[in-house]
């Protein structure tokens, strides 16, 4: 008897899909006036905005967030385009002063006797300091007004001095959030406030009650 031959199966190595990253969202708050002390001058009020969810943060647990994941390079890059769209929209209160001491690039050991370090962008002079703990606060005014922006202590966190917040405040961040989802969250802000102590300082070191793990 005639037997056709079996098709062996065909196995087809398909990728595996790609698990995306954590879907970022955008929390802000206004910092209460009583709070938010020698950060803000004149009208101004103290803004945070920061993106969620966060890396597991010991401050921002002590403080009452509870949104933590292991965030990727997308999340990274989605974190610093809400920072750069920040810095944009404070521009629009004047011209950026640097206040804080600037930030200058590593240059390499060969062209140390030939070329000053150079100052980095107003946009890695902000982002450094929330990546790196041990970097010195970053704070930049803009114009004449209040306006100003503070970032360290290596959180992922902004800190806007606004004026006319009460009006501007929501308006601001619908903007810079686009097309992200947005929460007004508030934290216990003592516990995450950003301070004028150099990173030797307890506040910054190990020895802080909410270092970063």
Excluded at 34 to 41: C, H, I, M, P
Aim: charged letters at 20%.
């Amino acid at each position: 008897m005639f037997r056709h031959p079996v098709a062996e199966p065909l196995y087809v190595a398909l990728p595996m899909p790609a698990f995306p990253s954590p879907a970022l969202q955008v929390h802000w708050s206004l910092v209460p006036q009583d709070e938010a002390g020698l950060l803000v001058s004149g009208d101004c009020r103290l803004l945070a905005i920061w993106p969620a969810p966060v890396n597991h943060d010991v401050c921002f647990e002590q403080a009452g967030f509870t949104l933590f994941a292991d965030n990727d390079a997308d999340w990274d890059q989605a974190a610093e385009k809400l920072l750069s769209r920040v810095l944009d929209n404070l521009s629009q209160y004047g011209d950026p002063h640097l206040v804080s001491k600037p930030l200058r690039d590593d240059r390499p050991w060969y062209l140390r006797p030939f070329r000053a370090a150079r100052e980095l962008p107003l946009l890695q002079q902000a982002l450094l300091p929330m990546r790196l703990d041990f970097l010195p606060q970053f704070h930049a005014r803009f114009g004449e007004s209040g306006a100003a922006l503070r970032t360290g202590s290596g959180h992922f966190l902004l800190w806007v001095a606004l004026p006319d917040a009460e009006r501007q405040a929501a308006a601001l961040v619908k903007k810079v959030a686009e097309p992200w989802p947005i929460f007004e969250t508030t934290l216990r802000w003592p516990i995450l406030l950003p301070t004028d102590d150099p990173p030797s300082s307890p506040a910054h070191g190990a020895t802080s009650p909410c270092a970063t793990a």
